[in-house]
């Protein structure tokens, strides 16, 4: 019967509360042995640094990290993880970097994307969203084709101040994708573009088009009545 005993009080609760306390004797030792040693990173600290401030909720940061991951500097080229960035600062309203994430994706030929941040930043005004929505309604790339939205943002973004989207609305217009009023409002901004000499015009767009093309365009209008009553001395006036 003592024998028995002693077996109890060698393996009985008092045996597993001694072996519990050196447990956690032994993880407290090793854990100070730990105290003061540098954590080692896996990435480089300008990295490091820069993801701490992006999780954070930093937009410039956030930006920055994407456009890393996007070129591939300082860290492997990772286009997800480059757009899962450009969204986080999107999200965050700032117009110029919605309409960013969506030349992106254009660029990356996911034009349903790419419309969906159009369509999002044009809705804020941003005249060069609002074209390229246009563009996109008018080719059928990311949206269905609908001539009827072109001429609705085309119109937007030249009221918005882009007057280059005129001469996309006058592409309607001349391809009898348009209505008569559309024709009427591209007489009227081409018009005004020409008594100004096209000076308004962006000079990437002059140069590609070549001077006095606001002349030009309104002189066709005239020559084939779209916008205008037909009048072929009123087209030869303007064009010369």
């Known amino acids: ?16 509360l001694k072996s519990a306390v050196l447990v956690l004797l032994a993880s407290f030792l090793f854990s100070m042995t730990l105290v003061g040693q540098p954590q080692v990173q896996s990435e480089p600290q300008d990295i490091f640094d820069l993801r701490r401030a992006a999780e954070h909720g930093d937009a410039q940061k956030q930006f920055e990290l994407g456009s890393r991951y996007y070129t591939g500097k300082g860290v492997a080229k990772d286009h997800a993880e480059a757009m899962k960035w450009y969204c986080k600062v999107a999200e965050q309203g700032d117009p110029g970097k919605q309409f960013q994430v969506g ?6 030929g996911n034009n349903v994307e790419a419309a969906k941040w159009y369509r999002r930043t044009a809705e804020q005004g941003h005249l060069l969203a609002q074209s390229d929505l246009a563009d996109m309604y008018k080719t059928g790339k990311g949206v269905p084709q609908d001539y009827v939205e072109a001429a609705k943002w085309y119109r937007s973004a030249v009221t918005s101040g882009y007057d280059s989207a005129a001469f996309s609305m006058y592409s309607l217009c001349t391809t009898g994708k348009s209505t008569r009023r559309d024709c009427a409002d591209v007489a009227e901004w ?14 990437s767009v002059r140069a590609i088009q070549g001077s006095n093309v606001s002349q030009y365009f309104l002189g066709t209008l005239y020559e084939k009545g779209l916008g205008v009553p037909q009048d072929y001395n009123e087209a030869a006036r303007i064009v010369t």
């Open 103 to 108: 030349f992106m994706y254009w660029i990356d």
């Open 1 to 16: 019967m003592r024998r028995d005993k002693r077996k109890l009080l060698k393996f009985g609760p008092w045996s597993v």
């Open 190 to 203: 081409l018009t005004i573009l020409a008594n100004q000499g096209d000076s308004v015009l962006l000079p």
